[in-house]
């Protein structure tokens, strides 16, 4: 039996996918706690500026925005720009496929980028500076091909407006991740090589200065903090030594995240295409090959020598996307009026529905254990669903406990929350304190620290004699005598929290009061005094 839709019906149908997509992923935005980064990027939202340590602020703006600045903090507000940049950037990769090809290409691209993870779950569901970046990625490069897709159209086809209408997304590309820069490189790439008399064509200077006034916010930032965000990704990609393994880790997991089929769709595409079998005009393809191929290759090079994620050059593969969607309208011809759903895309579509209900069942139940360690301290230790669940019940059981301590003269009303990295920052910061109106505070080396540097300094920095909780769990526990020592007055462990879930132990809280700070953490504007001073810049362990 072979799926089909009628050719007329695609508009339809591309109707019915924005929408069951839509809400799916509004669903899952409401019903799972944050993740690690996600929780991160709220702070972005809570004290926003015009850059941050680790990314640009677009994705703390967008929070801002359809959260209404924070008057809904939900899971759901927070997230809701991706459910809905999502569903546009499904909409955007139709029409550009419609435009390079026909309706049926469209039809098919959006199918696909439905199915790919890094799309439906890490920039549809998820609030990541990829958010953003996604939809003006898709938009700039619309623009591109609308631009440079027909070299032989007359100049007044191809509308200056087109070219400056580029600029302005690559800008707001790159003030949402540095990675958006890769749009300039394919443009300039594809110029260079095969069509060098744009640079005769003024336009082309003044999208470039639309480009870099929208990341003027970025510069000025930057200026003031001696380039400390740039420094900290030259130390995340910098050279050492040949690493095959984390070579292979990132090659798999861009087989995983972008979807084992379409990344396989996409190797036989590109092999194809190099072959010479064409299936779109030349200035698309040169154009398709020129803004992707360098931000994969980047970041394959890079993985030699360094840890690096593959969400980085997931923008790229998403643009592949639409190489194989063509090669598919090439291989199903529409018969009859009927347009044929090629069993590739099934596969592709139903992997996706897989991991998506699977993996929201697994982080709510646990239904098969990924962790064996049965040791208070170790309890879930390798089982990273455990990053997405706890939060919430975390914070009741924690009202309890401290409530309680504050009656016995324990501890006062008025102690906040200390820890050494963004993360568990960011998570008790948002699941624990906001609720329970505390303050949590950083203490720990700059580089692990991040945007709370300058968090502290926001909520009044630190006192000596100064008393603070301390959690930590199972999952990644850590012993805050060891974390600082001489720096309190006493550390004393005082209660025990259990997270469980479906009726079982999942992870344990370890929760301690540390009594009279004595170590004093430098404020931000001490750093970059001393490392002006000392010309030195920090590395990233």
Known sequence: MRLQVKEQGISQMMVWLLAISAITR???????????????????????????????????????????NLLFDSEFFIRLASVIFMTANTYVIYRIGKEIRDAQTGFYAALLYTASIYAFVITGVFIMPDTPLMLFWLLAFWMAVRFCGNET??????????LLLFGLFAG????????????????????????RKELRNPYLYLALLVSAICCLPILFWNLKYDFISFSFHGDRIGGGKIDFGTFGTELAGEFLYNNPVNFILIVIALAATFKGKNHLEKPVQRLLLCTSIPLIAAFL?????????????APAYCLLILLVASQLSD????????????????MAVSIMLFVVVFGAIEIQTGFIPLDRHTEPEMLGRNDFTLDMYGWRQ????????????IEEGAMKEEDGI???????????????ARPLGMKVMGIGWPHNLHKYLWINEERGGFHKGDDFWFLTDSHYFKR??????????????????TINRCGKPAKNFFVYACKGLIYMQPNISELMAERKAAKQIPTVP
């Open 26 to 68: 509004g669903v899952l935005a409401a019903c799972l706690e944050f993740g690690n980064d996600e929780v991160y990027y709220w702070t972005y939202a809570l004290y926003p500026d015009w850059s941050h340590f680790d990314h640009p602020p677009m994705v703390g703006w967008m929070i801002q925005l359809f959260s209404l």
């Open 153 to 162: 159209a007359p100049r007044q086809a191809r509308r200056p407006s087109y």
């Open 172 to 195: 707001l590309a790159m003030l949402s991740k540095y990675s958006g820069v890769f749009l300039w490189v394919g443009m300039g790439l594809y110029i260079l090589i095969f069509n």
């Open 301 to 313: 090079v890079i993985s030699l020598t360094r840890p690096t994620l593959p969400h980085w050059n």
């Open 331 to 346: 291989k199903n011809p529409i018969m009859d009026g009927l347009v044929k759903i090629p069993k590739s895309i099934i």
């Open 394 to 405: 975390l914070e009741t059981k924690f009202a309890d406990l401290r409530q309680q301590k």
């Open 418 to 432: 200390v820890a050494d990295e963004w993360f568990p920052l960011a998570n008790l910061d948002y699941y624990v």
């Open 480 to 497: 805050p005598e060891a974390l600082y020592p001489g720096g309190f007055e006493s550390i004393e462990h005082i209660g025990t929290i």
